[in-house]
T-cell receptor, first 112, second 116 residues
Framework: QKEVEQDPGPLSVPEGAIVSLNCTYS??????FMWYRQYSRKGPELLMY????GNKEDGRFTAQVDKSSKYISLFIRDSQPSDSATYLC????????????FGSGTQLTVLP | DAGVIQSPRHEVTEMGQEVTLRCKPI?????LFWYRQTMMRGLELLIY????????DSGMPEDRFSAKMPNASFSTLKIQPSEPRDSAVYFC??????????????FGDGTRLSIL
């Protein structure tokens, strides 16, 4: 079993829809949770970052962390065709030398 | 503001040849990471450096892979001899020092490697 599980999709939604992307994990030592966005033929870029449990909002994006359930989510409101990309969750332990553990990524297409 | 720069962007070579991938991290970043991305295995950490010193190479698949960081502005990942199963996109990333979680990693655009 992988430490981080992420549904690979693909996920296709109409423009303006609310998108929900999720990851589950098994390592209870994870403290930092990130979402990266990766456009085709580009490197991943950091989208959202949260520490421990709770919510964080940035414009149309909201990240949620539920450490009791070992479950994290990324919500995209009013989705746009420019949001079409692969979304990778990533996690790390505080003070760990292992750095980031990535999910496999969810491919999202927002149709105009 | 230049990001992480990788070269070449694409490499196609025959099995058995030596392959060298190059990375220039963001100036001032203390950490440098090499990743490999495939459809089957996703994004895997191969090795990372702190202040030019290799810290953890447990992700390097086998002795055919080696990485160096001779100075703060340059790193190489070498595969010798290359095999078809090494075909993947290789990413370099860098980040500033500080607490483990609160410094993001910045990725280059990768080298797409095909071994025939």
């Amino acid at each position: 079993q992988k430490e981080v599980e992420q549904d690979p999709g693909p996920l296709s939604v109409p423009e303006g829809a609310i998108v929900s992307l999720n990851c589950t994990y098994s390592n209870s030592a994870f403290q930092y949770f990130m979402w990266y966005r990766q456009y085709s033929r580009k490197g991943p870029e950091l989208l959202m970052y949260t520490y421990s449990s709770g919510n964080k909002e940035d414009g149309r994006f909201t990240a949620q962390v539920d450490k009791s359930s070992k479950y994290i989510s990324l919500f995209i409101r009013d989705s746009q065709p420019s949001d079409s990309a692969t979304y990778l969750c990533a996690m790390s332990e505080y003070g760990s030398a292992r750095q980031l553990t990535f999910g496999s990524g969810t491919q999202l297409t927002v149709l105009p | 503001d230049a990001g992480v720069i990788q070269s070449p962007r694409h490499e196609v070579t025959e099995m058995g040849q030596e392959v060298t991938l190059r990375c220039k991290p963001i100036s001032g970043h203390d950490y440098l990471f090499w990743y490999r991305q495939t459809m089957m295995r996703g994004l895997e950490l191969l090795i990372y450096f702190n202040n030019n010193v290799p810290i953890d190479d447990s992700g390097m698949p086998e002795d055919r892979f080696s990485a160096k960081m001779p100075n703060a502005s340059f790193s190489t990942l070498k595969i010798q001899p290359s095999e078809p199963r090494d075909s993947a996109v290789y990413f370099c990333a860098s980040r500033m020092g500080g607490n483990w979680g609160n410094q993001p990693q910045h990725f280059g655009d990768g080298t797409r490697l095909s071994i025939l």
